[in-house]
């Protein structure tokens, strides 16, 4: 069992940052990856990034162009997403996860899934 919480999600104009955070817990949390996923209204859920507890491997999408940053503090058991030069395309329920599968861009994989928290960037 993993709980997950996001936070730090709001509304801010184009251009601007906001990091989201995602604390997790649970007696086998640390064997998951943490994902980041973000689902707009009518829209697929889309993959953003990816992590493992070590931070020595991450996975982005490729649409992200450098904008966004995933990082770990294991100290506080927590992922975050860093996110830069915001576009109101990036307007969405923004979720984390976690999966044991090596496939971490897929959604289906993911076994725990926190509610999320809503991030809208305005023009």
């Known amino acids: 069992q993993v709980q997950l919480v996001e936070s730090g999600g709001g509304l801010v104009q184009a251009g601007g940052s906001l990091r989201l955070a995602c604390a997790a817990s649970?007696?086998?949390?640390?064997?998951?990856?943490l994902g980041w996923f973000r689902q707009a209204p009518e829209k697929g859920r889309e993959f953003v990034a990816a992590i493992t507890w070590s931070g020595g491997w991450t996975s982005y999408a490729d649409s992200k162009e450098g904008r966004f940053t995933i990082s770990v503090n294991n100290a506080k058991d927590t992922v975050y997403m860093q996110m830069h030069s915001l576009k109101p395309e990036d307007t969405a329920l923004y979720y984390c996860?976690?999966?044991?599968?090596?496939?971490?861009?897929?959604?289906?994989?993911?076994?725990?899934w926190g509610r999320g928290t809503q991030v809208t960037v305005s023009s």
């Open positions: 649970g007696p086998t949390f640390r064997r998951y990856i």
């Open positions: 996860a976690a999966t044991l599968s090596s496939s971490s861009q897929h959604y289906r994989g993911y076994n725990f």
